[in-house]
């Protein structure tokens, strides 16, 4: 199964500012996925990232509150933008498929203070 | 669409005793179903998958699951659990035709008492 790098790992950030999210897979992929786990809650999808095209949001999710980037088949960048407190979450990007399973990033821990 | 629950927020075992997490989903088509487990201040991490064939399914560090048509089930074991099991489980399902979007559960934080 594919092995996702995601950075940074972690941050606390100022509310009102931007932070970019990375996640570099050791392979080709044809979508990529991002997830917010609020704290102590479950994964909700973000949106679904096909490289060549806008991004699909889920409902609740908006691309200028979180734009995404696909510019080829291994790399992806989730920005929260203008962040307030209640942005605080783990967000995660994953890849795969039904056959392989879904590989998960290690997630980026993030706090708006 | 498909929904996936998790009845039990919390479990608490004694280590080297038995646990079953249960999952339960709903779906107008047939799905796939996973189980995730995230470690303190990990990612999630796959345990096991059904996708078809035989309804028991084996995963890594030693868990297994079954899946259970008729009571739209697919629960969680582990015949005696460590203290690294120490985990939040989250169970998973995914329709079996196109959109490939997995929807989770709620989650079960698994705790080992020694």
Same mark, same amino acid.
Request: glycine content about 10%; overall charge negative; charged content about 15%.
């Given at each position: 199964?594919?092995v996702?790098?995601?950075?940074p790992?972690r941050?606390i ?8 999210i990375?996640?570099q897979?050791?392979?080709q992929?044809t979508?990529m ?6 704290p ?6 973000i949106?679904?990232?096909n ?7 889920e409902?609740? *999710?908006v691309?200028?509150k979180?734009?995404i980037?696909?510019?080829?088949l291994?790399f992806s960048?989730l920005?929260v933008s203008?962040m ?10 994953s890849v795969?498929?039904?056959?392989a ?10 706090t708006?203070? | 669409?498909?929904?996936?629950t998790?009845?039990?927020s919390?479990?608490p075992? *004694?280590?080297e ?7 339960n989903?709903?779906s107008?088509?047939?799905?796939y ?5 995230q470690y303190p201040?990990q990612?999630?991490?796959?345990l096991?998958k059904y996708?078809s064939?035989?309804?028991l399914v084996k995963?890594i560090?030693? *868990?297994e699951a079954?899946?259970n048509?008729?009571?739209?089930? *697919?629960h969680?074991?582990k015949p005696s659990?460590?203290i690294s099991d ?6 998973a399902?995914?329709p079996?035709f196109g ?9 079960t934080r ?5």
């Open positions: 199964s594919a996702i790098s995601q950075k790992s941050d950030c100022q509310r009102g500012t931007s932070l970019t990375q996640c897979v050791d392979s992929v979508m996925f991002w997830y917010r786990q609020q102590g809650q479950s994964l909700t999808l949106a679904t990232a490289q060549g095209s806008e991004a699909t949001y409902s609740g *999710f691309i200028d979180f734009p980037s696909r510019p080829n291994t960048t920005t203008n307030s407190p209640e942005d605080s979450s783990i967000y995660l990007c795969g498929s039904t056959g399973g879904y590989t998960f990033g290690s997630g980026t821990r993030l708006v203070v | 669409a498909q929904s996936v998790q009845l039990d919390q479990v075992v *004694f280590e005793a038995p646990v079953e997490l249960r999952c989903y709903s107008s088509v047939s799905v179903l996973f189980w995730y487990v201040n990612g999630l991490q796959l096991l996708l064939g035989s309804t995963g560090n030693g *868990f079954e899946f048509k008729s009571q739209t089930s *697919f969680l074991r659990v460590h120490t985990a939040e489980y989250f169970c399902a995914l079996n959109n490939e979007k997995l929807t989770f559960g709620t989650g698994l705790t080992i008492i020694p």
